[in-house]
């Protein structure tokens, strides 16, 4: 263009190197320029100039990370997790994410009855994707008994908190039979238990201690259960597809994530085969994914445990939109 103009990656704006009063020439994620001098900016062209030079000049910080899961990995859904892992892969330039996966989804899809989908799950393993246990059925079938379990059962979940109102005998069998099912299938150790909609009772909890887990993970912190040493603090960014007005707030609790300022060392993005059934979802995913990875190092959960280090930040080239 003429001016010494270089690419911000961030959302395909091209700016110049030196910013002057009279000679400012961009387009906003098109191939249309904006008006050149002489002409009159519209506030939106001026606040996307001004945003993608900030980020342009930020590098993702070692300090702050990015984790990124596939949740409910399973049979049942294998082109929606196939696709979902597909895109993933692509934003983040490798299978540097993780997969939770369930046993025997609502006790119609047994991982050891599905040599195919097994033969998969253990591909995206040896190709470096952490495989975490999630659940047995992720069917919650428990009569529970407090006030406070009714209500995250009813409202938080749509009948899958499975391990919300389990005794812990029940609770550890089911870890240690899925923890035997899905590293049979992938050729080596879970990398932790996640219960299905991040919900544990009492007996889940003391199950974890029992069955020695590395990491768990509910929906504010990540923790090593053999110590209750938190490794990660804050909420998880997801989707919701079950309704409009619970898609519609999944979409604006993703804008913000990615508009907010990188206040949290950690922040964890989870994704669900339901997701893939609406493009506005999808679309947000994308840009959520890109924005966060731009700005953060892209990490494992493994990585959190204090001692070791995180994995290099994504090429900037790759971009990140916001």
């Known amino acids: 263009m003429g001016h010494g103009f270089w690419t911000s990656p961030q959302c395909g704006i091209r700016s110049p190197k030196k910013l002057r009063a009279n000679n400012i020439s961009s387009d906003c994620g098109s191939d249309r320029a904006v ?25 993702p910080s070692p300090d702050r990370r990015l984790v990124v899961s596939i949740h409910d990995v ?27 996966v369930v046993p025997d989804h609502w006790g119609a899809a047994p991982l050891d009855r599905t040599p195919a989908f097994a033969r998969r799950l253990r591909e995206w393993a040896d190709a470096g994707v952490e495989m975490f246990l999630h659940g047995w059925f992720h069917r919650d079938t428990s009569a529970h008994r407090s006030a406070a379990a009714t209500v995250k059962a009813r409202y938080m ?21 899925g923890r035997e ?5 992938i050729g080596g150790p879970v990398a932790g238990f996640i219960a299905p909609a991040w919900l544990y009772g009492p007996g889940a909890i003391s199950a974890l201690k029992a069955c020695d887990f590395a990491l768990a993970e509910d929906h504010f912190r990540v923790w090593r259960p053999s110590t209750d040493a938190v490794v990660a603090r804050g909420p998880v960014v997801t989707w919701a597809s079950r309704s409009p007005a619970r898609t519609a707030s999944s979409l604006a609790v993703a804008a913000a994530a990615r508009a907010m300022p990188d206040w949290l060392p950690t922040m964890r993005v989870a994704v669900h085969p339901g997701d893939v059934t609406k493009e506005s979802l999808m679309t947000s995913i994308d840009q959520t994914i890109r924005c966060l990875a731009g700005r953060r190092t892209v990490a494992r959960y493994a990585d959190l445990v204090p001692g070791r280090s995180a994995a290099a930040p994504i090429d900037r080239g790759k971009g990140a939109q916001s």
């Open 35 to 59: 008006p050149s001098p002489g002409h009159a900016y519209t506030q939106a062209a001026r606040t996307c100039i001004v945003t993608a030079l900030a980020k342009a000049v930020r590098q």
């Open 181 to 185: 099912m899905v590293e049979q299938a």
């Open 157 to 177: 979940t749509a009948g899958e908190g499975e391990f919300l109102g389990l005794s812990a005998d029940e609770a550890e069998y089911r870890m240690r039979a």
């Open 74 to 100: 399973s049979p049942a859904f294998a082109e929606p997790v196939e696709r979902l892992a597909e895109m993933i892969g692509g934003i983040l330039g490798g299978p540097r994410f993780a997969m939770l």
